[in-house]
């Protein structure tokens, strides 16, 4: 059921309406105008996902993001259920191995057809959802029981309702007149819903039922079951997705929809068993740890996604289940100490869709990393540029970057080889068309007068300002992407050196230490002992304090001493909530704790902030970071970080404060924890030499013994322990090791 496209000419609108157009996708403050999603309860498998709220039902109302969503499209966005014309009251909602869900009701006070009140909690339901990917089916089992002492008839009334929206309409980012939605209708003892979209796809619904309904009224079906004390009997229910250009008759086949839930279920358990057993395996001593741990890796395998059989992370449920470069690379680092599998299809898939030509409606330029690939109707009719679309200043040295950190982890020169022309064409990139400037730093172009499309990891139209408020003027050169470029040469050089190519190396190295030198200079803010948010139009520091300077930390390009103040200036309570350090400080006259980029807590960010910190030997301050992680992923329903909360102080609530349309899962809040644990062992491989350094193991009072089993370096592996000795350091002993690995535990180095 993949959906690729071809990448179309720029259309045929005007300049103005070009800018319009991308004005109107592109420089939103927020991911979403939809309702709060903050409670979803979320499955996907494989391209497939639907998200309810606790109750499970799909609200018939609008303005909200739950749904069955398949390929940028939600398919069903609308859903109720009631017993006697009332809803049921939620118990309990929970997900297993991403593609299963299961929701525990129960009956409010409701009148049977035979006119008695039937007292609440006396019928339970247990409504069962798995999703079924290789028949893009989502399954369905209704479990009705009666827990009263006499017989009791229970009028049921499912009530269906599929717009086909593209996801840029859900959001509220764009309203297109396309195709034709059909009248809903019954064929082959199904419900069907259809839609001929603008790009002329067929796309449909078909709802089966077993056993059938006793009635039915447009898209409203009436079960009417009779139970005996205790007694349970079942509904089943399959929603059954097509997309092709000619009508989808397999939708109206029965037998290819019913298949054995069991069977379904325990194929999904199969895969994400298989996936953990593939993994780097953990273990330690903290609940909390081990299970905040489980969830983000049981998270990474319900995001991964495929493209014509290359598979990679998609960014979030909902509104980012796709193909982001920023968001797939930087997934990939946090997770190369558990699976490294992955990553090689990202690179490769990301390199298929580098930049070729100039393209102003896709800010697509040659040697460019995509930025984000749709493939719905709107991207399908060329309404939105995202075929793909390359509006990211940083996804282009974050290639480089995952490059030379999953040949550290592999020794798999053969990729590099293979992608080697993609990573020349990158560094190319970053010399021309990076430095929009001219004065030697990666900076980026608005394509609008007003200035509001930011490129970077903050791209909100209002998220890079300036000290009196106003928003930054481009070209604009951001705090971190220097960093990432920083990085990018140095770890590129050492596998040309790998190559035999010195010249060419050192020629990276030198580069790269001239920028560093630059940086220092331009960027430092002496009186705030901090660096600046980003240089805009003219080279003048936004002279705001924001969490960016914490990634420059993770890309080692600040000098020693500046590090220090920086580090002690981020930790300050402006910044600091408690939880993590905020995207913006609170002192700052744009703050806002509940603006997308402009004061909430991003757990990647602060990832990679106590990379930094650790980078430069700052461990307890990585710590407090660490722990504040942790015990906010308790606060959230099964210990899942969302992409953000908002930028609350710890003291004023005692619990995070939730950013209402925040994603979960999301990629790089899932590789969070992961990506901390890695670092705060000092977890450093060195393929080439068959060896793993462990450099300074640090972590969380807490947390006193961890074990990591099946830590892959090259061809072989390793099983290590670490323990708190009586002086309160952590003590490494290797348990095993397969292969022809060895293991190094030194002191802290840079």
């Not at 408690?578 to 990832?607: A, C, F, Q």
Request: proline share 5%.
């Amino acid at each position: 059921m993949e959906s690729p496209i071809d990448v179309s000419p720029d259309p045929s609108y005007s300049p103005k309406e070009k800018k319009r157009r991308k004005e109107q996708i592109l420089t939103k403050g927020a991911p979403s105008v939809a309702h709060s999603i903050a409670k979803a309860v979320v499955i996907k498998h494989g391209n497939l996902f639907f998200l309810a709220p606790p109750e499970g039902e799909v609200p018939m109302s609008r303005g909200h993001g739950f749904g069955l969503y398949y390929h940028d499209c939600r398919y069903l966005n609308g859903y109720e259920l009631t017993i006697g014309d009332e809803h049921p009251e939620p118990l309990a909602a929970r997900s297993w191995e991403g593609g299963r869900a299961v929701f525990q009701l129960t009956t409010p006070d409701f009148q049977a057809p035979d006119g008695r009140m039937i007292h609440r909690e006396t019928v339970g339901l247990k409504w069962e959802r798995v999703i079924d990917s290789e028949q893009c089916v989502l399954h369905e089992q209704l479990d009705i029981q009666n827990f009263g002492f006499e017989a009791v008839e229970v009028p049921i009334v499912m009530r269906f309702r599929a717009g086909f929206e593209d996801v840029f309409e859900i959001r509220g980012l764009l309203r297109e007149v396309k195709g034709k939605l059909f009248k809903p209708y019954w064929k082959d003892k199904c419900l069907v819903f259809s839609y001929e979209g603008g790009d002329k796809i067929k796309r449909s619904l078909a709802v089966h039922f077993y056993p059938l309904p006793t009635d039915v009224k447009g898209t409203a079906v009436q079960f009417l079951i009779t139970l005996q004390p205790n007694e349970t009997k079942q509904l089943r229910i399959s929603l059954a997705i097509s997309e092709s250009e000619e009508q989808p008759n397999r939708l109206f086949a029965q037998t290819s929809v019913y298949r054995d839930l069991h069977a379904v279920t325990q194929g999904i358990k199969a895969s994400c068993e298989q996936w953990m057993k593939r993994e780097t395996e953990f273990h330690s001593d903290s609940l909390l740890l081990n299970r905040v741990m489980r969830r983000s890796l049981m998270d990474l395998h319900m995001l991964k996604t495929s493209n014509s059989g290359d598979d990679f992370f998609a960014a979030g449920v909902p509104w980012y289940v796709t193909l982001f470069g920023r968001d797939c690379l930087i997934t990939s680092l946090q997770t190369l100490a558990f699976e490294s599998d992955t990553t090689a299809d990202t690179l490769r898939l990301l390199a298929r869709y580098q930049g070729r030509h100039v393209s102003d409606w896709r800010d697509e330029q040659p040697g460019k990393i995509l930025h984000e690939l749709r493939v719905g109707e709107l991207a399908r009719m060329n309404k939105i540029p995202h075929t793909p679309y390359y509006g990211t200043i940083d996804a282009t040295p974050l290639f480089i970057i995952l490059m030379s950190h999953y040949v550290r982890w592999t020794g798999d020169l053969d990729l590099f080889q293979e992608l080697r022309s993609h990573i020349e064409l990158a560094l190319r990139w970053i010399d021309r068309y990076g430095d929009a400037a001219g004065d030697g730093y990666v900076s980026y172009l608005s394509n609008t007068n007003k200035g509001l499309i930011n490129q970077g990891w903050k791209d909100s139209g209002d998220a890079i300002v300036t000290e009196d408020g106003r928003i930054a003027h481009p070209p604009i050169a951001l705090v971190e992407v220097q960093g990432y470029v920083y990085l990018a040469k140095m770890s590129i050089a050492d596998l040309y050196d790998r190559v035999g190519e010195r010249d060419h190396a050192t020629r990276l190295r030198a580069e790269a230490q001239a920028l560093r030198e630059r940086f220092n200079r331009d960027f430092w803010m002496e009186d705030e002992g901090c660096y600046a948010l980003a240089l805009e139009a003219g080279r003048r520091p936004c002279r705001v304090m924001s969490s960016n300077p914490g990634q420059a930390l993770w890309a080692g390009i600040a000098d020693e001493q500046k590090a220090a103040r920086v580090v002690q200036r981020l930790m300050k309570p402006d910044l600091f909530n408690g939880w993590g350090i905020r995207t913006l400080s609170y002192k700052e006259r744009r703050y806002n704790p509940m603006g997308y980029h402009l004061g909430t807590v991003w757990p990647h960010d602060n990832s990679l902030i106590a990379a930094g910190f650790r980078r430069y030997g700052f461990d307890k301050e990585a710590d407090r970071i660490f722990v504040g992680l942790l015990e906010a992923a308790m606060e959230f329903e099964d210990y899942r970080l969302p992409e953000l909360f908002t930028g609350f102080a710890r003291e004023e609530y005692g619990v995070p404060v939730r950013y209402p349309v925040a994603c979960h899962p999301q990629a790089w809040a899932a590789g969070s924890i992961p990506f901390l644990v890695e670092t705060c062992l000092g977890l450093v491989p060195d393929a080439f030499a068959n060896r793993l350094n462990i450099v300074n193991p640090h972590l969380p009072d807490f947390i006193n013994t961890v074990e990591i089993r099946h830590l892959r370096i090259g061809k072989g592996s390793v099983d290590v322990r670490f323990e708190r000795r009586h002086d309160k350091q952590m003590e490494a002993k290797v348990l095993n090791v397969t292969g022809d690995i060895s293991v190094e535990i030194g002191p802290h180095e840079r």
